[in-house]
């Protein structure tokens, strides 16, 4: 009999044992799995050039705008820590040629041209040019720009939308580094028009009453673009922002913060088409 309890007894101390040993083993793959996601997981660096609001810049040093808080849903959908870095244009645009930097987001038009050089995501921006002008100049379209001083920042597509009008290469085009800079240039006399992107255009001229500025678009010359994160080319993190992105259109956090910043419904069927 005390044989027999005593078998008893060692299968129940097996039995027990085993089941620590399953529950330690569980606890351990959850640990190491946690601590290999967080190694696999580095703190994104993303670039800008926050002089360009309502999409980015600068408020008691932050970088905010629809662009900031897009990209914190995003990364925070994607389980990712980041830091926003306000590197400039063209230095954003090397650091991502150079794979030194893992994405912009900076209001970055997506275009043939570029997708040789850079990945993109899916697009989150619909948008055209405008031609912002000194009030009384009386510009009523595109054709204006010949034969006037045009200010745009180098390296955008406000710069092949003046080309496109008055010619490549043509020395009427002055290259600032910024948008910021080129409505300066604006305000100086020193240009008589700015070409850029619709909404900042608008923001600029409502958000400067003193600057007696005015702005107009023309559709049969300019055509809409769409904006999108920029990655070095080949970048793996592409796919997982692709899907929080989508996600986020998705689940109306995209909608929240584009209400935020316009007061209005965005049309996320163009989006996701
Ligand atoms: N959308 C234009 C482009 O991609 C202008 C973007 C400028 N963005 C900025 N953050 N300054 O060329």
């Not at 399953?22 to 002089?51: F, I, M, Y």
């Not at 010619?167 to 300066?184: H, M, P, Q």
């Not at 020193?190 to 909404?199: I, Y």
């Amino acid at each position: 009999v005390s044989g027999l309890y005593l078998t008893l007894i060692m299968i129940g101390l097996l039995f027990l044992a085993a089941c620590g040993t399953a529950d330690d083993a569980t606890a351990d793959s959850n640990a190491e799995g946690q601590a290999e996601e967080n190694a696999e997981k580095p703190v994104l660096r993303v670039g800008t050039e926050a002089t360009f609001a309502p999409f980015e810049f600068l408020e008691k040093g932050e970088i905010v705008g629809f662009d900031a808080d897009l990209l914190d849903a995003v990364l925070t959908e994607a389980g990712y820590e980041y830091e926003y870095e306000n590197v400039g244009w063209d230095p954003m645009m090397a650091s991502l040629q150079n794979k030194d930097m893992d994405f912009g987001a900076a209001a970055i038009t997506i275009n043939d041209d570029r997708k040789q050089t850079y990945d993109f995501s899916v697009p989150y921006f619909k948008s055209t040019h405008m031609i912002v002008f000194n009030e009384g100049a009386g510009f009523t379209s595109a054709k204006d720009l010949e034969g006037i001083k045009i200010g745009v920042q180098n390296g955008t597509t406000g710069e092949s939308a003046a080309e496109k009008v008055v010619g490549e290469k043509n020395s009427n085009i002055l290259k600032y580094d910024s948008t910021a800079v080129a409505f300066l240039a604006l305000k100086n006399g020193d240009v008589d028009a700015v070409v850029t992107d619709n909404v900042v255009a608008d923001e600029y001229v409502e958000k400067n009453p003193d600057a007696n500025v005015e702005a107009i678009t023309d559709d049969e010359t300019f055509s809409a673009e769409y904006y999108g994160f920029m990655f070095p080319k080949g970048s793996e993190l592409v796919a997982e922002v692709d899907a929080a992105l989508t996600t986020v259109i998705e689940n109306g956090t995209y909608a929240k913060i584009y209400k935020e910043w316009f007061g209005a419904e965005p049309n996320t069927d163009v989006l996701l088409e």
